[in-house]
């Protein structure tokens, strides 16, 4: 049986989270904007196309919680190398994988709601495509930065160039 350092095991549930919860805020998101879309769609068949950008949009908030557990895993030894975390790193981990899935949690509903009501919008007035854009990727802010202070968190808390 393989034992793993508590400091290691603690990076692993830092990267769940991670993915975990970014990845529900972006299923969310991108469920609310695919059901406008579709109602878009059943409106103008040409919005398909539009439906289906605004409908990815979300997507970038699982993007960053991925990340951000692939690195997790790989600087912490899980993914090849026989590093042993110790307990404070874990907990940095822990807080890392907090930052990001958190902030994409949110970011990613958000981001679907605006979605769907930019959706809507183009369907009334087609100059409305590249604002609702605009407002949609405004909601992405929140994301990112969860993305920088994960990042920040793994240099200076001992996980990255450690």
């Known amino acids: 049986m393989v034992e793993i350092a508590l400091g290691t095991a603690l990076a692993a549930i830092g990267a769940g989270v991670a993915v975990g919860m970014a990845g529900l805020g972006s299923g969310i998101g991108q469920g609310i904007a695919a059901a406008g879309s579709v109602g878009a769609v059943a409106e103008d068949e040409e919005m398909f196309a539009r439906g289906i950008i605004f409908t990815a949009l979300p997507e970038t908030q699982a993007i960053y919680g991925f990340l951000i557990a692939i690195l997790l895993l790989v600087f912490s030894g899980i993914m090849g190398g026989s590093k042993s975390l110790p307990v404070t790193a874990g907990l940095v981990a822990v807080g890392a994988g907090a930052a990001v899935g958190f ?20 369907v009334e007035n087609e100059d409305m495509f590249a604002r609702g854009i605009i407002f949609t990727a405004l909601s992405e802010t929140q994301a990112i930065y969860g993305f920088l202070i994960a990042i920040l968190l793994m240099v200076f808390g001992g996980i990255m160039g450690g």
């Open 103 to 122: 902030a994409g949690l949110g970011s990613g509903m958000g981001q679907g709601i605006t979605a769907s009501s930019a959706v809507g919008a183009v």
